[in-house]
């Protein structure tokens, strides 16, 4: 059961990093536009249309990526709750070792 757990975040983090890459990109994509446009042609209103075309055309794909990130999460998730035994066996974190010397405050 952890090492499916281990698996999933695996996936989780492979996912995310696909995400923040992608908005990223869109982000460098949509700057540099609008970047050339005023550092070459100041006040060319084709040229800042051009340069909302390419914004457009970058953040469009964003939703799918999260998507993506949002069903990756899900299936890794479905392999059930996080519970005691899978904290508390040598495959999981181990903790099993440390219980017997610590007590709980009252």
Do not use: N
Not at 2 to 30: D, F, N, P, T, Y
Not at 61 to 71: D, Q, R
């Amino acid at each position: 059961a952890w090492s499916a757990r281990r698996r999933g975040g695996e996936s989780i983090q492979k996912a995310a990093a696909k995400l923040v890459a992608g908005r990223a990109k869109a982000g460098q994509a949509c700057g540099a536009a609008v970047f050339t446009c005023l550092q070459t042609k100041p006040g060319d209103p084709a040229c800042v249309g051009k340069a909302g075309g390419t914004c457009a055309k970058a953040v469009a794909g964003i939703p799918k990526l999260e998507s993506v990130f949002a069903t990756t999460v899900a299936k890794a998730c479905g392999a059930g709750p996080l519970i005691a035994a899978d904290l508390l066996t040598a495959d999981g974190l181990g903790a099993s070792a440390s219980c017997g010397s610590t007590r709980t405050a009252r």
